[in-house]
């Protein structure tokens, strides 16, 4: 079984910064690629970031420039570095993880809300 916790939202004026944490505990053998999705109200969840096992990142085209992805296998933890954050960026953001040998894990989600 595998938990992942995320961590650091909250709420931010826009043009702030936050950075998220997702640490993944249980049974990691083999973890794959790495990401943050995120699912605002009404609106279905969308893929933000994600990270391969060789550091390679994919940005959703609304967050290039602005959020960053990266990886700390040590820990098993993903992180979304979040700048210039906009109204548009609130929702709920969620991690999640896929495994070289098949199947994947989600975490319960983080509310970020940029509003002045």
């Known amino acids: 079984q595998v938990q992942l916790v995320e961590s650091g939202g909250g709420l931010v004026q826009p043009g702030g910064s936050l950075r998220l944490s997702c640490a993944a505990s249980?049974?990691?053998?083999?973890?794959?690629?790495m990401g943050w999705h995120r699912q605002a109200p009404g609106k279905q969840r969308e893929l933000v970031a994600s990270?391969?096992?060789?550091?390679?990142?994919n940005y959703a085209d609304s967050v290039k420039g602005r959020f960053t992805i990266s990886r700390d296998d040590a820990k098993s933890t993903v992180y979304l570095q979040m700048n210039s954050l906009k109204p548009e960026d609130t929702a709920v953001y969620y991690c999640?993880?896929?495994?070289?040998?098949?199947?994947?894990?989600w975490g319960q989600g983080t509310q970020v809300t940029v509003s002045s």
């Open positions: 999640n993880l896929d495994f070289v040998f098949g199947g994947e894990a």
């Open positions: 249980g049974s990691l053998f083999r973890i794959n690629v």
């Open positions: 990270i391969t096992s060789r550091g390679r990142p």
